[in-house]
Structure formats: structure tokens, C-alpha cells
């Protein structure tokens, strides 16, 4: 049983880990977007990030799940600083270089790393 448990475990981080890294939005205040993540997750200041819009959720007529297309590029942003003191509650100070979070719901932006 031990090895079982360790075995799925071990797959489940390899998934998550596979996985594009993502986080998102705190707060906006202008042109400042705050965001979930800093040192503790590699984020660095000038690092550029894309917001993206949510996508849109399909039920697939061939399998029968639903499937999320991808979202829109809205706005890209540029770490201005780094807050907080642990990765429980470390965030990054943004501001918005190209596009628009305006109109948008900020709960369900999702901000990506840039390649």
C-alpha cells in the first residue's frame, strides 16, 4: 500500500510540476495589478507577465466533458516590486504596460508567465 501512495503521489507532483505556472490578481488600484506569488516563486522585478481573460467552458459533443478554450491576452504587466514575508503571503507589485484590466472581472483573470 505504502509504495501505491507513493507512487500516485509522486505522479501527481510530475503533473503539477508539467503544468505552466500561473496565479492571480489580488487588487487593482490604476495601473498597479496586484498579484498572488512572489520570491518564493521565482518572480523577480521586470519580469513580464500576459493577463489573460478567462476562456470560455464547452461541453464537448464527443466526449461529453466540458472543456475551457483559451482565454485572450488582455494586458501584459511588469513586476514594480516584491511583498510580504513568506510564500503564505508573499505578492507582487505589477503595473500594466500594454492593454486593459478595466471592465474585466478580477477574480477571473489568470496571469501567465511571458515566454
Known amino acids: ?3 501505491a501512495i507513493s507512487g ?3 505522479k501527481l507532483v510530475n503533473e ?3 503544468r505552466p505556472w500561473e496565479t492571480s ?3 487593482v488600484k490604476g495601473d498597479f495589478v496586484y498579484i498572488s506569488g512572489g520570491k518564493s516563486q521565482g518572480i523577480k522585478q521586470g519580469m513580464v507577465f500576459s493577463v489573460e481573460s478567462p476562456g470560455k467552458q464547452v461541453k464537448s459533443q464527443q466526449t461529453g466533458f466540458v472543456i475551457t478554450l483559451p ?3 488582455i494586458a501584459s504587466i511588469r513586476v514594480s516590486e516584491l511583498f510580504g514575508d513568506d510564500e503564505t503571503s508573499e505578492g507582487s ?3 500594466i504596460v ?3 484590466v478595466s471592465g474585466y472581472d478580477i477574480e477571473k ?3 501567465k508567465k511571458k515566454d
Do not use: H
Open 93 to 95: 507589485v505589477t503595473k
Open 25 to 27: 490578481v489580488l487588487d
Open 71 to 73: 482565454g485572450q491576452e
Open 98 to 100: 500594454k492593454g486593459t
Open 109 to 111: 483573470l489568470i496571469i
Open 16 to 18: 503539477l510540476l508539467s
Open 8 to 10: 500516485a503521489i509522486s
Open 1 to 3: 500500500i505504502g509504495q
